[in-house]
C-alpha cells in the first residue's frame, strides 16, 4: 500500500551547504588506499550503446576481471551493465568469477512503452540469466502525479525479477527538484526496489551529490521507519577518483558503515574504473602517471 | 641594422575571440604626420549581429554571479590595465595625444575601473526598498539589469569616454556591444586585451570598430536589444536613434557626459539600465501583537 | 584472477587518516611588539605575556604588554596620522589603500588561516575556508566606500570621529579585526586596535599587511595587551569614537565609563540565540542547521543558536537524528583538514564550559555527548546536548560560549516566539519552516538583530550584523555599518 503521508521538504541550498562541508573531507594515505579499493569493487562496468557487439561485450568481461593484474590484491569489479540481448554473453564471459550481470531493461533508457514490451524485455533478461535488473520509471506519468502508476509499474516488474535484484532508474536530470527525487524514492522502495538508481547516463546532468544526498536520506529514513536496507547507485558523471572518494564520504556519513559494500552501493560508471588506477599507480610508485600504463577495455 | 617591428592587426572583440569584421571593409588611422599607423576593422551590421547573440548568451550567467565576484573581475580589470600602463600611453601618443594627457587618462581610467568595482555589492543597498504597504504583505523592490545593451562611445578620446560608457553597463549586469571612438578606436581593442586576460567572461564587453555613421541605425533597431546608449554629439543621429528604440520599447539613454570630469562617475548611470522588481508574499499574523514592515 | 572481495562480517570502519595541514611556510616570530605609527615597538615597561596553542598547550610567542603609556603613543600617533595624512587623502586614494589590504590578505591567506587556528583552536578549515576570505572581503567591500560616502545618509552632512579605539575578542580574531578597521578607515578614521589576550598573533601579522600596502604610518596602530590595555583605551582622552565586541558585562562596564563624555559607543556583545525547528521544516537541513549553530567554532559564537527549539510533534525525530549528526564530527588537532571541531579557546574558557555541563546535570537536564575520542592534551570539550530544559534552565538563559546546546519543545506559533524573546539577548535567531508566510511573521515578532530563515551562521560584509537588547547595539557590515564610524550633522 502506498503512503506518502510523511515525506519530508527538502532546501536545496541545505543540501548543497552540506555537500560543501562534506567535500572538505581530505582522504589521503592508508583511508585513501582502503577508498580507492573499494571504490572499484563497487563498480558496475557499463556498456549502453547501439553499436555494442558481443566481442566488445566479451572484452569489458575481461576487462572486469582482470583490472590490472600489475597491481596485486586488487578486487574485481562489482557488477557488468549490458542490454538485454548481450546478457548471454556477458554470462559466459564471467563464468564463476561472482561478478554480476545487471541488465537494463522496461524500455530502457526512454520508458516510454507499454507494460506488456517493458514486462517481455525484463523476461527476456532475466531468462537469459541476468542477476539483476536495472528498469527506468516512466517519468512522464510520475511528472503528471500519477504516483500510484509508478509504484503499480514497479511492484510488477519487482515481480518478474524473480530472485534477481531490482534496481529502480529515476532519470533524475528529468525530474528537476530535490522534492521530486525524495517523493520518488519512497515511491520506489515501497514498491520493493532493491537499488535506487539516479540516473540511464543518456542525458545531462546524471549523478550529482546534491541528488544522490537526498536519496540517502531517504533510504536512512525508510530503513528506520521499516528495518529494510535499499542500496544506491549513482550512475553517470562520476569519472575520477577523488569524485568517487567524495561520494563514499557522503555515503559512510550519512548512512553508516553498514553501505559500505558492493551488496548495498554501486557507481554506475565507465571511465572511473581506469582513474582508479591511475590512482593507485601513484599511491604505488609515488610519481604520477600516463593513461598509456592502464588497459583500455 | 634598425630591426623591423611587428605591426599589430586590430580585429574586433566578440563572445572572447578576435575575429576580423566579416565585411573585409576597413579604415585607416592616420597619425599627426599624416602616417598610416593602423587598418582598423570597418564593422558591418552583420558583426553586429553577431556581436548581440554573443551578449545575449552571456547575459544570464553574468547577472546570476554574485555581486560581490562581479566586484572582483572588474578589480582585477584595473590590475591588469595598471600593469599596461605604458602601452597605453604610447598608444594614445600615437593617436594625437601629449604625453601628459596620455598619462592623465589612462590613469583616471584605471581609477575609475576601481571607483565602479565598488559600486558592484552597494547599489543595490541605496536603491532597494522594502515597501510598508497596507496589507499584510512582506514587499520588496530590487534593482534588476534590463539585459543586453548597445553602447556608441564617445568619439573625443579613445580610451577614458568608452571605459566610462560600459563601467555602469556591466556592474548592473547588463552585458554590452560597444562602439569605440570613430576617429581614435585603438585603445578599445588594446583594451580587449585586457579583457582577454583579466577573468572576464566571454561575451560580456563585445567590441566593434566603425564608422557611428553606418552603425547607429543597426545599434538601434535590433529586436533583441534592451537598452541603447549614446555617447556621441549629434542630434540627427540621437533621435534616429530614439525613434529606432520605440520598435520594441527599447530604453535609450544620451550620456552627452564630459568624462574627464570626477562628476561623471555616478551610480545613476548604472540605474539607467536597471528595471525595478516589486515582490509581494503575505506575513501571517499569528503570535503577541500584530507589526508590519 | 583479480581476487572477490570478502564478504563483510562486522560492519566497515573508514577512519580518515590524519590530513595535517602543512606548517612550514609560514613566518612566526618568537617575540612581537607594539604596531605604532608605522612600526614595531617595544612597549614602554618592556613586559610581554605568552600567547599558547590551546592544542598543545605549548607557547607559541610572546607578545608586548601595552601599558598606558603606550596606549597614549599609541593614540597620539593615531591623531596625527588623521589630522596631518588621512584626512587629507583624497576619498579614492584612502579606497585604494584599503583595495591593497584586501589583496594582500588574498595573496597570504593560507599563513593567516594556519597561525589563526594554531593560536585561537579553530579547525583549519574553518579558518581556511571562512573566517579568512571573510575578513578579505570585508575589506575590498568597505575600501569601495570610500568614495561613495555622499549617496548613503540622505540629506546628511557627515564626516568622520577622528579617531576609533577597537576592542576585539578571541573567537574570529582577523575577522573581527577586519569588521572594526575596514569601516573605520573607508570613513576616513584612523584606528587603535587592540586584539584579544589569547589571540593576539593574526592581527599583528595584519600589521605587517599595513606595513606592506604602504598605508601612512598611525593610520592604523595595533597594540597588544590584556584587561588594563582595554581600559586605558577606554578611558583616553583621544578617541571620539569607541567599538567594543566582547562580553556583555565589559560592555556594560564601558558604557558606564565613558557616561556623559562625548565618546560615541557601538557594542557588539554576548547572545544565547533561539534555533526553532517547525515540523514543516527540511528536517535533514534543519539538522544540519543547528549543528552549524551550535557546533560551529567550538561554539565559541555570540549569535550562536544556542537554545533549540522544537515543535513537538517533530521532537523525537530531530533529537534521534541530531544525535546520529553529531556521531560523525571529529574533534582533534585545528591543523587537521579533518577535525570538525578544534580546541577550546583556553583553559579558563573550558573550566566555564564544563561549569555549566556540570550545572546542567544538577539542573535536572539529561546530558547526551557524542562517543567521539578527545585528543589528550589540549583544552577540548565534547559536543554536549541538554534536553528536557526550559526557559528557568540556567543552562538556558546564560550564555555558556561552548558546543552546548539546550533543548526545547513548544506547541504553538505563539508560545515559541515568547519563549524566544524571553531572554535579556536579542542577537540571532534561527526558523525552520517551508512555509514562507510563517518565515516573516517570525521575522517581524523575533527581537533580534539578525534573523536566519532555513539557514544560520551567515555572515557577509554586504550584510548587517549586530543586536537588540543587551547584545549590544550598532551595526557592522553593509550600508548601516558606516553609521557607526560617521558623523552626522
Request: hydrophobic letters at 40%.
Amino acid at each position: 500500500m502506498l503512503d506518502l503521508s510523511n515525506i519530508p521538504v527538502i532546501d536545496q541550498v541545505g543540501v548543497e551547504e552540506r555537500i560543501a562541508r562534506l567535500n572538505s573531507r581530505s582522504i589521503k594515505k592508508e583511508s585513501k588506499l582502503q577508498g580507492l579499493h573499494l571504490a572499484l569493487s563497487m563498480i558496475d562496468l557499463t556498456t549502453l550503446e547501439g553499436k555494442d557487439t558481443a566481442g566488445k561485450v566479451r572484452q569489458m568481461c575481461y576487462k572486469a576481471m582482470h583490472p590490472a593484474d600489475d597491481i596485486p590484491g586488487l578486487p574485481t569489479v562489482a557488477a557488468v551493465c549490458v542490454y538485454p540481448n548481450h546478457v548471454k554473453t556477458a554470462k559466459t564471459a564471467l563464468g564463476n568469477s561472482g561478478i554480476k550481470v545487471a541488465s537494463v531493461a522496461t524500455a530502457f533508457p526512454s520508458g516510454n512503452s507499454s507494460l506488456k514490451v517493458k514486462l517481455a524485455d525484463t523476461k527476456l533478461a532475466i531468462d537469459n540469466g541476468a542477476d539483476e535488473i536495472d528498469m527506468v520509471i516512466s517519468r512522464g506519468e510520475f511528472l503528471s502525479g500519477n504516483s500510484k502508476f509508478v509504484y503499480d509499474e514497479i511492484a510488477t516488474i519487482k515481480e518478474a525479477c524473480g530472485n534477481a535484484r531490482l534496481k529502480v532508474i529515476f532519470e533524475t536530470g528529468e525530474l528537476s527538484t530535490l522534492d521530486n527525487i525524495r517523493l520518488v524514492s519512497e515511491i520506489a522502495m515501497q514498491a520493493g526496489a532493491d537499488f535506487i538508481k539516479t540516473s540511464t547516463g543518456k542525458i545531462q546532468p546524471a549523478a550529482t551529490m546534491p541528488v544522490t544526498l537526498v536519496m540517502l536520506h531517504a533510504i536512512k529514513d525508510y530503513h528506520e521507519k521499516t528495518g529494510k536496507m535499499v542500496g544506491m547507485k549513482p550512475a553517470g558523471g562520476i569519472s575520477t577518483s577523488k569524485q568517487a572518494l567524495q561520494y563514499l564520504v557522503m555515503l559512510y556519513e550519512t548512512l553508516g558503515g553498514a553501505w559500505m559494500t558492493n551488496e548495498w552501493f554501486r557507481f554506475g560508471a565507465s571511465s572511473l574504473a581506469n582513474d582508479i588506477l591511475l590512482q593507485l599507480h601513484k599511491e604505488q610508485s609515488g610519481v604520477y602517471y600516463s593513461g598509456d600504463y592502464i588497459s583500455k577495455d | 641594422m634598425t630591426r623591423i617591428a611587428v605591426l599589430k592587426t586590430y580585429k574586433l572583440f566578440i563572445g572572447g575571440a578576435f575575429p576580423r569584421t566579416e565585411s573585409g571593409r576597413y579604415y585607416k588611422i592616420q597619425n599627426k604626420a599624416n602616417e598610416t599607423i593602423a587598418n582598423v576593422g570597418l564593422s558591418s551590421r552583420k558583426d553586429f549581429r553577431n556581436a548581440v547573440v554573443a551578449a545575449r548568451k552571456a547575459q544570464d550567467a553574468w547577472q546570476g554571479r554574485a555581486a560581490f565576484n562581479k566586484s572582483q573581475i572588474i578589480y582585477r580589470i584595473a590590475e591588469i590595465l595598471e600593469g599596461r600602463k605604458a602601452q597605453f600611453v604610447e598608444e594614445l601618443i600615437s593617436q594625437g595625444s601629449t604625453k601628459a594627457s596620455a598619462e592623465k587618462e589612462v590613469q583616471m581610467s584605471i581609477d575609475r575601473c576601481v571607483y565602479y568595482s565598488g559600486w558592484c555589492d552597494k547599489y543595490q543597498a541605496i536603491y532597494s526598498s522594502v515597501n510598508p504597504v497596507a496589507t499584510s504583505h512582506f514587499n520588496f523592490s530590487v534593482p534588476e539589469p534590463m539585459g543586453v545593451v548597445s553602447i556608441i562611445a564617445s568619439d573625443e578620446t579613445s580610451l577614458l569616454g568608452f571605459i566610462s560608457a560600459l563601467l555602469p553597463c556591466i556592474v548592473g549586469g547588463n552585458t554590452c556591444i560597444v562602439l569605440a571612438s570613430s576617429s581614435k578606436p585603438l585603445s578599445a581593442i588594446t583594451f580587449a586585451e585586457v579583457l582577454a586576460t583579466s577573468d572576464v567572461p566571454a561575451g560580456i564587453i563585445n567590441i566593434l570598430t566603425g564608422k557611428e555613421k553606418e552603425l547607429h541605425t543597426h545599434f538601434s533597431n535590433h529586436m533583441d536589444l534592451n537598452a541603447v546608449v549614446y555617447c556621441g554629439t549629434d542630434k540627427a543621429i540621437w533621435k534616429t536613434i530614439a525613434q529606432n528604440s520605440s520598435l520594441n520599447i527599447k530604453r535609450s539613454f544620451w550620456w552627452n557626459k564630459d568624462w574627464a570630469k570626477y562628476e561623471s562617475e555616478n551610480p545613476y548611470l548604472i540605474m539607467d539600465l536597471q528595471e525595478i522588481k516589486t515582490t509581494w508574499h503575505p506575513i501571517e499574523n499569528i503570535g503577541v501583537s500584530g507589526a508590519k514592515y | 584472477m583479480a581476487k572477490k572481495i570478502k564478504e563483510q562480517v562486522q560492519p566497515f570502519t573508514w577512519s580518515y587518516a590524519p590530513a595535517l595541514e602543512s606548517k612550514d611556510h609560514i613566518q612566526l616570530k618568537q617575540q612581537y611588539e607594539l604596531f605604532i605609527n608605522g612600526r614595531f615597538v617595544k612597549p614602554n615597561s618592556g613586559k610581554y605575556f605568552d600567547t599558547i596553542n590551546p592544542s598543545t598547550e605549548q607557547v607559541i610567542a610572546k607578545v608586548a604588554d601595552a601599558n598606558p603609556k603606550d596606549v597614549d603613543s599609541a593614540m597620539m600617533a593615531a591623531k596625527n596620522a588623521y589630522d596631518k595624512t588621512w584626512s587629507k587623502i583624497s576619498a579614492k586614494e584612502r579606497g585604494k589603500y584599503i583595495f591593497r589590504i584586501a589583496r594582500i590578505i588574498q595573496e597570504r591567506a593560507r599563513e593567516f588561516a594556519v597561525i589563526e587556528s594554531i593560536d585561537g583552536g579553530k579547525p583549519i578549515r574553518e579558518s581556511r575556508d571562512i573566517d579568512i576570505p571573510l575578513a578579505a572581503n570585508h575589506f575590498f567591500y568597505y575600501a569601495g566606500w570610500a568614495d561613495k560616502l555622499q549617496y548613503t545618509f540622505p540629506n546628511q552632512q557627515i564626516k568622520p570621529y577622528g579617531v576609533a579605539a577597537q576592542i576585539i575578542p578571541w573567537n574570529f580574531p582577523l575577522l573581527m579585526a577586519a569588521w572594526k578597521i575596514a569601516p573605520a578607515l573607508a570613513t576616513g578614521n584612523t584606528v587603535v586596535l587592540k586584539p584579544a589576550e589569547t589571540t593576539p598573533l593574526t592581527a599583528m601579522k595584519l600589521a605587517e599587511v599595513m606595513q606592506e600596502a604602504d598605508l601612512p604610518p598611525g593610520v592604523v596602530n595595533i597594540i597588544s595587551g590584556q584587561k588594563a590595555t582595554g581600559a586605558a583605551m577606554v578611558q583616553h582622552p583621544i578617541p571620539n569614537k569607541i567599538a567594543f565586541t566582547g562580553s556583555t558585562a565589559v560592555g556594560k562596564w564601558i558604557q558606564n565609563e565613558i557616561a556623559g563624555t562625548d565618546k560615541k559607543l557601538s557594542l557588539e556583545l554576548g547572545g544565547k540565540g533561539a534555533n526553532i525547528i517547525f515540523a514543516d521544516a527540511a528536517i535533514d537541513q534543519a539538522i544540519e542547521g543547528i549543528i552549524n549553530g551550535i557546533f560551529f567554532n567550538q561554539g565559541h559564537v555570540c549569535c550562536a543558536g544556542s537554545r533549540l527549539f522544537v515543535q513537538e510533534s517533530v521532537a523525537d525525530i530531530v533529537v534521534k537524528k541530531l544525535k546520529q549528526r553529531m556521531e560523525t564530527l571529529i574533534i582533534g588537532d585545528p591543523l587537521d583538514k579533518q577535525t570538525d571541531i578544534g580546541a577550546i579557546n583556553s583553559k579558563v574558557q573550558l573550566d566555564k564550559i564544563n561549569h555549566y555541563i556540570k550545572l546542567g546535570i544538577k539542573e535536572g537536564a539529561s546530558m547526551y555527548q557524542s562517543s567521539c575520542a578527545l585528543p589528550s592534551k589540549g583544552f577540548f570539550c565534547k559536543p554536549t546536548l541538554f534536553m528536557h530544559t526550559s526557559q528557568s534552565h540556567r543552562i538556558v538563559q546564560e550564555e555558556i560560549f561552548g558546543p552546548v546546546l539546550a533543548i526545547q519543545t513548544f506547541r504553538t506559533i505563539e508560545e515559541v516566539i515568547e519563549k524566544a524573546n524571553n531572554i535579556p539577548y536579542g542577537l540571532s535567531a534561527g526558523v525552520w519552516t517551508d512555509k514562507g508566510s510563517k518565515i516573516f511573521n517570525l521575522t517581524q515578532k523575533l527581537k533580534a538583530g539578525v534573523v536566519w530563515a532555513n539557514t544560520f551562521n551567515k555572515f557577509d560584509p554586504a550584510s548587517p550584523f549586530g543586536g537588540y537588547k543587551e547584545s549590544g547595539f550598532g551595526r557592522e557590515g553593509g550600508v548601516h555599518g558606516l553609521a557607526a564610524y560617521l558623523q552626522q550633522f
